[in-house]
């Protein structure tokens, strides 16, 4: 007689359930760009969408009410002049989004109550710095008002978005930078790159503290904060095009802890770990499948669950905020699935016949009030004291969101950021001048030749990048 031990778990049942299309986001024009990006975002009142746009960049706001069949005249983000590559949600302003684009620039929005009704040309904030395209936006989890973006320069910049002002740029990468992630306080920031160098940066110190060589395949690594711990997953590639999954632990950063192979798929996985619930979700890009695992830290491992089966190929996810799920359902998570015209939105519930709030699957979760100002946040530069960890709410009564706030920013840092020029050579004109049209031409001149001055000295820095990094490589590889 033989018996087989189950491994025991909250999660093991979790099962996942479409909505029809008539409650999905149907005709959507999603963006064709090759950039790997996630393509949705969303909050607890939005879906953001990258949108196909022809002459210019865009994206899509759309309510989640405002599900079916969307117009063709459907009122979009238009600021950026190049293709939209990402997007992100202020975690403490539900009204408030990024954007970064090919036109090498980040925006800022202020999104209308109820979401738009017009076309939306004016940013709230534009924020010039990078060199090359900027594929990667993500707002601070602790910090109010602080926003990262990587750029097609190798750069890392940390923005104020509120005085419109780079605080921070964090350099050291040899190729494109292909996905970021925050520790559990902010207080550190991890990036993949095509360099195959995985990274950690102390944002306090505002350098590289830990890097070691990742994922050794020529396609896309992504990775992922676990939470609380001083751990990283990542997923990626084998030398042997194999798709990967490696657990880091930044006591020991050398070698993963332990790296598990799955299959010879070629779409790019995106993760997503669910802190409260310890559970990884993985989606491959070209898959219609997306599996999920549970986390033991004891035995650092990941511990296959189950999987939503699918026969539509997936182009992107995204998922919602714990704070937005719907917990009389047991709702864990909410995923919505990019389509080639269509995002579709999939509920993962955790099956209990028990009507009354399950305190053990849905502990404390990040709320939308910031631990620490933006101000506070950059002027932390003792890299021996931790920052505040997130402010948790409840969600035994529903989570109920703050009164909604005014995003306000600086007019002038804005527009001398929007103008390309110098702070200090646009307040020479300005004083010089005092006719509107005259100013306006002056600085559009100045814009331009400081434009060309900065791609050509861009071009060159590149360049001495990509040798810097090449040795470097090399030299961690040998170690």
Not at 81 to 109: Q, R, Y
Request: glycine share 6%.
């Amino acid at each position: 007689m033989s018996s087989r031990f189950v491994r025991p778990s909250k999660y093991r049942h979790v099962f996942g359930t479409p909505n029809k299309r008539d409650q999905c986001y149907d005709n959507l024009r999603v963006s064709s760009s090759a950039w790997d990006t996630n393509l949705v975002k969303v909050n607890p009142l939005f879906v953001s969408v990258n949108w196909n746009t022809v002459g210019g960049g865009g994206f899509a706001v759309l309510p989640h009410a405002q599900t079916g069949k969307q117009l063709d005249s459907l009122p979009l983000f238009n600021g950026h002049t190049a293709t939209v590559l990402d997007t992100d949600f202020h975690p403490f302003n539900d009204h408030v989004i990024a954007s970064g684009a090919e036109d090498c620039k980040v925006m800022v929005w202020k999104i209308p109550e109820g979401g738009a009704k017009e076309q939306q040309v004016n940013p709230a904030v534009t924020l010039t710095g990078h060199q090359r395209k900027v594929g990667h936006v993500l707002f601070h989890p602790t910090a109010d008002n602080v926003l990262a973006s990587a750029g097609a320069d190798f750069a890392v910049k940390l923005w104020d978005v509120e005085h419109a002002k780079e605080k921070v740029e964090l350099s050291g990468h040899g190729e494109l930078i292909q996905s970021l992630t925050y520790s559990w306080t902010g207080d550190r920031l991890a990036t993949s790159c095509k360099d195959k160098v995985l990274r950690v940066f102390d944002l306090r110190s505002r350098a590289v503290t830990l890097e070691t060589v990742g994922h050794q395949g020529i396609k896309g690594s992504r990775a992922v904060w676990l939470g609380e711990l001083d751990k990283l997953i990542t997923t990626g590639f084998s030398k042997t095009s194999e798709r990967q999954i490696s657990i880091w632990d930044l006591k020991n950063f050398k070698t993963p802890v332990k790296t598990i192979d799955l299959d010879p798929s070629s779409g790019i996985l995106m993760p997503f770990f669910d802190k409260e619930t310890s559970v990884l979700f993985l989606a491959g890009k070209g898959d219609g499948n997306i599996v999920y695992y549970e986390y033991d830290d004891a035995a650092s491992e990941l511990f296959h669950l189950s999987e939503y089966k699918s026969s539509d190929p997936q182009r992107g996810i995204g998922f919602l905020p714990k704070r937005a799920c719907n917990v009389n359902q047991n709702e864990i998570a909410r995923a919505y699935k990019v389509h080639t015209n269509m995002v579709e939105p999939i509920s993962f519930v955790v099956p209990r016949k028990a009507d009354t709030f399950q305190a053990d699957i849905f502990p404390d979760t990040p709320g939308d009030s910031p631990a620490l100002s933006a101000e506070e946040f950059f002027n932390w530069t003792d890299a021996a004291k931790p920052m505040p960890a997130p402010k948790l709410v409840s969600l035994e009564n529903g989570f109920k969101p703050t009164a909604k706030k005014e995003f306000t920013a600086s007019a002038t840092a804005n527009e001398v950021a929007a103008s390309g020029a110098p702070a200090a050579v646009v307040a020479a004109v300005a004083e010089k001048s005092k006719d509107p049209a005259e100013l306006a031409e002056a600085i559009k001149t100045l814009a331009a030749e400081n434009e060309s001055l900065k791609n050509e000295l861009a071009t060159k820095e590149l360049r001495i990048k990509q040798l810097e990094a090449q040795v470097h490589s090399l030299s961690l590889s040998a170690k």
